[in-house]
């Protein structure tokens, strides 16, 4: 999953530093144990996300539906991480 998430950023000349790359791998496998688990996420409000682009939480989404057992709410928190990512560049 991680190698597919870092092709899908790359693509999208997206790339996290080293301390990035560690929290995001870090997230997501507390996320794929989650769906394994079933473990619910504390709920989200999702009004503090409205600064989140559009891309972000849209590549956000692609990688939470990969994990059908995964609220969407999930996609809420991975986005913050590409987004971060993205003012590498900026």
């Known amino acids: 999953m991680l190698a ?3 092709v899908m950023l790359n693509a ?25 688990t079933g473990e619910p996420l ?15 939480m849209q590549l956000a989404e692609q990688v939470v539906n990969k994990l059908p057992t995964l609220p969407i709410e999930e996609a809420y928190l991975l986005s913050v991480h590409f987004e971060v990512a993205k003012d590498n560049h900026q």
Do not use: C, G
Request: a negative charge; aromatic letters at 4%; hydrophobic letters at 40%.
């Open 4 to 6: 597919d998430i870092t």
């Open 12 to 36: 999208r000349d997206i790339f996290t530093n080293a301390v990035q790359q560690q929290m995001l791998e870090s997230h997501i496998r507390a996320m794929v144990l989650r769906s394994i």
């Open 42 to 56: 504390p709920e989200v409000d999702k009004s503090l996300f409205d600064e989140i682009s559009a891309e972000s």
